[in-house]
């Protein structure tokens, strides 16, 4: 095919810009099928009046003013199960579908978290380097926490939150919850509140989406509740936890430990964490497995093609139907 017939064949296909540069195989999945800008190559201005669509990282921030350069858009479909940074009342005003892959990585994330409740609980970083530093000796023996009996308290329970449960029950770990709205197909109540929660807990999950509401949601007060014996856990969003109140409880013997998968900045910097005992972190990976990203993949083409044939793509933000 000559040069001038692969430009008027792209030319064809509908435009779609990708964002953040990190989805940058994402957008390679995508160019058999559209004509695929990448905003960090700074498209000419005749492209970017072709975008219909973009599709964005939904936990990373994004440039509304950007975006509202683009005269086609009518899409923000996000490749991620979040879509937290994106202002759904703004998108709404402008006519703005926003879409995303609910459930894609749900029962990946949910292996992270249990796998971190029972490595901190059973204290697997420690006894790898104990042995490694030569201090298993024949008279030292080394005694941990039983999972039985643990009191694991669920901050949100949506897909992630009822996998945890379900899980720890199997382990022999008693469960409860909260969550700001009542769920009355929940197997058992919801807890009076996060405070009390907290306090009836060992071990703190935290599981529940992020929004403009509940940032630092996990505060000192809820740290303070939880007590000197507590473990927090997040696999949900770093906004969620006020960080610099965990890191204080952590030095200060106010908190056991915290298994962190999120952090208010990302990439956290690894100097904040230096000297702060009884942590196991994770660099935001809880749900990125192959089969999740797959999943992802799957339904952002979905999305694109309900879009492009006029229909309405299956997976929609729900909030965007009550605004």
């Known amino acids: ?39 960090w190559v700074a498209p000419a201005r005749v492209d970017l009046d072709a975008v219909q669509a973009v599709v964005v990282a939904g936990d990373a921030p994004l440039d509304q003013r950007a975006l509202e350069s683009l005269p086609a858009l009518k899409l923000i479909a996000c490749f991620t199960v979040g879509y937290d940074q ?7 005003a402008r006519g703005l579908i926003v879409t995303y892959a609910p459930g894609a990585n749900s029962k990946d994330v949910v292996d992270h978290a249990v796998g971190m409740i029972i490595a901190c609980r059973r204290r697997f970083q420690f006894g790898d380097a104990i042995l490694r530093s030569g201090g298993w000796t024949p008279e030292r023996r080394f005694i941990t926490p039983s999972l039985t009996g643990q009191r ?32 009355p197909e929940a197997p058992q109540p919801r807890a009076e ?73 990302e990439p956290t910097p690894p100097d904040r964490w230096a000297d702060v005992p009884n942590t196991l972190l994770t660099p935001h990976m809880a749900g990125a497995t192959r089969m999740g990203v797959a999943n992802m993949l799957t339904m952002l083409r979905d999305n694109l093609r309900s879009f492009f044939a006029g229909a309405v793509p299956p997976f929609v933000a729900p909030e965007l139907v009550a605004l």
């Not at 040069?3 to 957008?27: F, G, R, T, W």
């Not at 379900?166 to 770990?173: I, K, T, V, Y």
């Open 1 to 39: 095919m000559s040069s001038s017939a692969q430009s008027l064949d792209a030319a064809a296909k509908p435009c779609v810009m990708v964002i953040h540069p990190h989805l940058e195989l994402v957008a390679a999945q995508l160019e058999a099928d559209y004509r695929v800008l990448r905003a």
């Open 86 to 92: 994106i202002d759904l009342a703004w998108a709404k």
């Open 152 to 183: 694991v308290g669920i901050v949100g329970l949506g897909r992630i939150g009822q996998g945890v449960m379900a899980f720890c029950e199997q382990f022999g770990m008693v469960t409860a919850w909260w969550g700001p709205r009542p769920k």
């Open 193 to 265: 509140s996060l405070v009390q929660l907290a306090k009836a807990s060992d071990v703190l999950v935290v599981c529940c989406p992020s929004d403009a509401t509940n940032q630092g949601l996990i505060s000192a007060e809820i740290i303070e509740a939880l007590g000197p014996e507590g473990l927090i856990v997040n696999v949900a969003r770093g906004a969620l936890v006020d960080e610099d109140a965990l890191i204080a409880a952590l030095k200060e013997g106010r908190l056991s430990g915290a298994a962190l998968d999120v952090f208010a900045t």
